[in-house]
């Protein structure tokens, strides 16, 4: 196996390319240490005036809130719906079985602003029949979220579905499980860990959802990305990057946790 | 406008897809440690959120950002060099985000490539330059084009980063249903470009799943 390294001159583009992927991201680090209240490199002093912004100015605490609980609900929704329908297609095998999936999958190809712009009239459109989810309203923007995200939750749970031994379900059908016993106690615990993963997908996506909440959404509910967009927008904020940090941070630590998780495992 | 997107898009996907094959090959052949360092490069941008890496670009090209800080301190440039709210920045911005997204396809057909291939090649008498140009590349080819469908694609409905980086003033397609609806309330515009996008954006996933399927059947 391997017996062809990269050479010199792969290795060389791959590294151009590492930096071109991490500059950014690492560009952000001494912004956010900066001591003036303009985006700039730190001249002088560092300062952690726009990490203590953070935790100062109730806006960015309100919209972390609101953005954890939109993410949330949003997932679990997301994730009930996608295992509902995917135990539909994989348990009755239903004759339109592609046709429903393909339908379901749509909302992952259509262009998010056309998403976007549906989910906007439809949710002016609740409103104004006086709906609990209406726009710019936070269980409207968990609403769009369930639409935006059940999509990647359904490939993940399908996929895990079709690693389950089908003869399993047969015998506890053999057995004289009803229908209900078979898909939760036999199926859905063979499936739990694409369960788990559909839901912190689903999370993920919710959390930084930006195109269709920008749509739904204008004064209520701010979520942290729509706030990071205000200041984006306006005149920029350091303070954008100070939270942009502390998301790098915390992505790079999942990532390690899950690869140390992985060394483990394979190693067992 | 249509052709400014299309052109914008086409310089985008070439670019992601040229620095995809180049990381992904480090990914997918690279020893342990050049693995976990190209995974890295990988996956810690394509899970961070893209407000944030716009704003990385910013930070970095915009006229009081690190580059142009540095150039000046150095004293190789009097006046600052624009390289954010113009297509260049859009290009940079768009590229970053598309990368991870194309290294997946492109690495899955590199690790499907069989072992042996490669060991023929060389006892045939192939270089390791030879074998790479006729052997490798050409072999994961349906990869880069599964990857570059999906890159402009997403390019086409896109519209953050181009918002961001772009600053109002090299408008996409996307973007522009996005101040149609809202900056100067013209619906009938906004939607008739939103029905343009999904009726390209269909033909181009129609080609995409045309074009895996038979190269699925014969792996």
């Known amino acids: 196996m391997n017996g062809y390294r990269p050479g010199p001159v792969a290795l060389l583009c791959a590294l151009v390319v590492a930096v071109f992927l991490l500059m950014p991201l690492l560009a952000v680090v001494p912004v956010s240490f900066t001591p003036s209240r303009m985006l700039s490199m730190p001249t002088g002093g560092l300062s952690l005036r726009h990490y203590r912004t953070l935790i100062d100015d109730p806006r960015w605490l309100d919209s972390i809130l609101l953005s954890l609980r939109v993410g949330v609900v949003s997932s679990t929704l997301a994730t009930l719906l996608a295992l509902a329908f995917s135990l539909g297609i994989w348990m009755f095998r239903p004759r339109f079985a592609a046709a429903l999936v393909g339908f379901v999958l749509l909302p992952m190809i259509v262009p998010p602003v056309v998403s976007a712009i549906t989910l906007y009239f439809l949710l ?34 399908l996929v895990s579905l079709s690693q389950v031994d089908r003869r399993i379900d047969l015998a506890a059908r053999g057995l004289g499980a009803s229908t209900w016993e078979r898909a939760t106690k036999v199926i859905v615990p063979n499936i739990k860990f694409g369960i788990l993963t559909a839901w912190l997908l689903s999370f993920v996506l919710s959390w930084e959802e930006i195109g269709v909440t920008l749509f739904i959404t204008s004064v209520n509910a701010i979520t942290l990305p729509r706030l990071i967009w205000m200041g984006l927008r306006d005149n920029i904020d350091p303070a954008i990057a100070a939270i942009s940090v502390i998301l790098i941070l915390i992505t790079v630590t999942v990532l390690t946790a899950r690869i140390v998780h992985r060394r483990a495992r394979g190693r067992e | 406008m249509f052709v400014r997107t299309f052109r914008i898009c086409g310089l985008v996907t070439l670019a992601s897809v040229a620095g995809a094959y180049a990381i992904a090959y480090v990914w997918v052949r690279g020893t342990p440690g050049q693995r976990l360092a190209a995974e890295y490069c990988i996956l810690v941008p394509f899970w961070i959120s893209v407000l944030t890496r716009a704003f990385g670009w910013v930070a970095l090209l915009s006229n009081q950002g690190l ?65 790479f140009w006729s052997v490798f590349v050409p072999m994961t080819m349906p990869g880069v084009i599964g990857a570059a469908l999906i890159v402009f694609v997403f390019a086409l409905g896109f519209f953050i980063t181009p918002a961001i980086l772009g600053g109002g003033r090299s408008v996409m397609v996307a973007e522009l249903v996005y101040l149609r609806i809202f900056q100067s309330p013209d619906w009938g515009l906004g939607a008739a470009i939103s029905i343009t996008l999904v009726v390209i954006v269909g033909a181009l996933s129609a080609a995409l799943f045309r074009y895996l399927r038979p190269s699925q059947m014969a792996g």
């Open chain 1, 124 to 157: 002016t459109w609740l409103s104004g029949v006086g709906g609990f989810a209406g726009y710019d309203t936070w269980p409207g923007v968990v609403l769009a979220h369930v639409v935006v995200t059940v999509p990647f939750a359904v490939v993940l749970i």
């Open chain 2, 67 to 131: 580059i142009n800080t540095w150039l000046r301190a150095t004293g190789m440039l009097s006046e600052p060099l624009p390289m954010v709210r113009n297509e260049f920045g859009v290009i940079v911005g768009m590229t970053h985000f598309l990368i991870p997204f194309a290294v997946f396809p492109i690495a899955s057909a590199m690790r499907a490539l069989d072992e042996r291939v490669l060991l023929a090649a060389r006892g045939l008498g192939a270089g390791r330059t030879r074998i």
